[in-house]
T-cell receptor, first 109, second 120 residues
Framework: QAVVTQEPSLTVSPGGTVTLTCGSS?????????PYWFQQKPGQVPTTLIY???KKLPWTPARFSGSLLGGKAALTLSGAQPEDEADYYC?????????FGGGTRLTVL | EVQLLETGGGLVQPGGSLRLSCAAS????????MTWVRQAPGKGLEWVSA????????KYADSVRGRFTISRDNSKNTLYLQMNSLRADDTAVYYC?????????????WGQGTLIAVSS
């Protein structure tokens, strides 16, 4: 089974921009992996932010965007807010089961 | 409004069995694939299983294949997860999720989760 990798932790200043990435042990991440991104605040249920690389759900704040960057899936937060402090997970498809990354703990400080 | 209500969680001994249910409402249940995702205490998310809207296509993570069975009853708008041969490392909050299409395998909407504790 493939391993999906994310930065364990990142810090961003309020109002700043940060990019989280999602890589695969099998090689380049493409749109064919249908990357999803999820946010989980402490003690809360995860929510889905981005699906199929770039698509947003109705509740996804405009400051979040998805892309492919340098062979990985990427989640960019532009104009970070204190309420964006959370764990972020990506999920990739490999033709069968889905595989989550280990998550990135984002601190807004 | 999409609502997903998981039931069936609790304490079970190693080697035991448990069946989770997820009652769905607010959407046409048979039009959407559904998944189970779990999260061990203090750990990350783990994709467990998915089933197509019609119920004729299922997928499993390697860690549960052969022990867990996903199923659905579209007449009752209910998703199930039959868990057998439970192990301590199956201890987790189990989330029922609705996908965004009939054959998708990834979560769009999440239930509140139900805790399974496997311990003697």
């Amino acid at each position: 089974q493939a391993v999906v990798t994310q930065e364990p932790s990142l810090t961003v200043s309020p109002g700043g921009t940060v990019t989280l990435t999602c890589g695969s042990s099998t090689g380049t991440v493409t749109s064919g992996h249908f990357p999803y991104w999820f946010q989980q605040k402490p003690g809360q249920v995860p929510t889905t932010l981005i699906y199929e690389t770039v698509k947003k759900l109705p509740w996804t704040p405009a400051r979040f965007s998805g892309s492919l960057l340098g062979g990985k899936a990427a989640l960019t937060l532009s104009g970070a807010q204190p309420e964006d402090e959370a764990d972020y997970y990506c999920l990739l498809s490999f033709g069968g089961p889905g595989v989550f990354g280990g998550g990135t703990r984002l601190t807004v400080l | 409004e999409v609502q997903l209500l998981e039931t069936g969680g609790g304490l079970v001994q190693p080697g035991g069995s448990l069946r989770l249910s997820c009652a769905a409402s607010g959407f046409t249940f048979s039009n959407y694939a559904m998944t189970w995702v779990r999260q061990a205490p203090g750990k990350g998310l783990e994709w467990v299983s998915a089933i197509s809207g019609s119920g004729d296509n299922t997928k499993y993570a390697d860690s549960v294949r052969g022990r867990f069975t996903i199923s659905r009853d579209n007449s009752k708008n209910t998703l199930y997860l039959q868990m057998n041969s439970l192990r301590a490392d199956d201890t987790a909050v189990y989330y029922c999720t609705k996908t965004l299409g009939p054959i998708a395998i990834k979560p769009g909407y999440w239930g509140q989760g139900t805790l399974i504790a496997v311990s003697s």
